[in-house]
Every structure is written in structure tokens, then in C-alpha cells.
């Protein structure tokens, strides 16, 4: 069996998207650009469909129309090393798009995103239920998640 790849389904912007996406991400790059040919449903020699890698996960944008938007049904979540590279993520996808709650955004072309620090799974499995219900309260309150603000919120330790 071959890899799994997530395609996405824009109107007109998939080249776009795929490289605003390769300049976000490390190890991205652009595979490949396939446009649509005469006789087609697209415009002869528009994009069709444009492959990339994002930090050597491979996709494919497809531009097949208006029909379909992206909704948070689906959602690509990005676990953060740290506070500050959690930061700079949340600030170059939230560029043109919106921000929405507990570590949810949309980016510019509507694509849904959970930005999220590594460790934030030990907080709300902590085997004291206090603890996690602390800091899930916590989280509920935030957009941009703060890892050390859940720690503390999981600590007792006033905001």
C-alpha cells in the first residue's frame, strides 16, 4: 500500500495555498504542478492540481470549483517544541485568517489548524482529575494556547 495523502479541495488558490504552506513549514518544497488540459472541466493550462510536502508530509491542492469549503470537520494539528515555535505558527497562519478557541484557527484559506504545545497531553491525563479539570478550564479560556499558563492553571497557581 502507498502512503495515505490528504487532498484539498480549493476553488482557484491551490498553488497558492501550497506555497504560502511551504513557507511556513521546514523541509517543505512544491513537488509538482499539474494543470488542466484542453477539453477538461478546468481552463486549459490553469492549476489542476498542485503536490507538496509539508515538513515531508505529502498533500495535494486540487482548484475544482467553489462547491466545497473547508470546514473544522477536518483540522491539521501541529504539536509546537516550545512556547516561542508555537507562537511564530500561530502567528504566520493566523495571517489573513481568524483565530478561534483552544488552539483552533483558521488560516487565509480557510483550512482549520490545532496549534498545540508538546507535553499538553500529560496535563489534561493527569492521573489527578483536579489537575486536568484545572487546566481544561483554563484551555477553554484561551485562543492561543500557553503552555505554561495550563501548567500553573493545573497547579493551582492563579493567572
Not at 482548484?63 to 473547508?70: A, V
Not at 505558527?89 to 487565509?108: A, F, I, K, M, P
Request: net charge negative.
Amino acid at each position: 500500500m502507498g502512503p495515505i495523502i490528504p487532498n484539498l479541495w480549493f476553488d482557484t488558490e491551490a498553488e497558492q495555498a501550497a506555497e504560502f504552506y511551504c513557507s511556513v513549514f521546514p523541509n517543505s518544497r512544491v513537488r509538482s504542478v499539474a494543470r488542466y488540459p484542453e477539453g477538461a472541466p478546468g481552463q486549459a493550462g490553469s492549476v489542476m492540481t498542485v503536490e507538496f510536502e509539508l515538513d515531508g508530509n505529502r498533500f495535494v491542492g486540487i482548484n475544482g470549483g467553489p462547491q466545497f469549503r473547508f470546514s473544522e470537520a477536518v483540522s491539521f494539528q501541529v504539536t509546537c517544541a516550545d512556547q516561542a515555535e508555537l507562537d511564530r505558527y500561530w502567528e504566520q497562519l493566523t495571517d489573513g485568517g481568524e483565530e478561534s478557541q483552544c488552539g483552533w484557527l483558521r488560516d487565509r484559506f480557510g483550512l482549520s489548524w490545532q496549534i498545540v504545545p508538546d507535553g499538553m497531553d500529560e496535563v489534561f491525563s493527569d492521573p489527578d482529575p483536579e489537575r486536568a479539570q484545572r487546566a481544561m478550564q483554563a484551555m477553554l479560556g484561551m485562543r492561543k494556547l500557553d503552555i505554561a499558563a495550563l501548567r500553573a492553571a493545573a497547579d493551582g497557581v492563579p493567572a
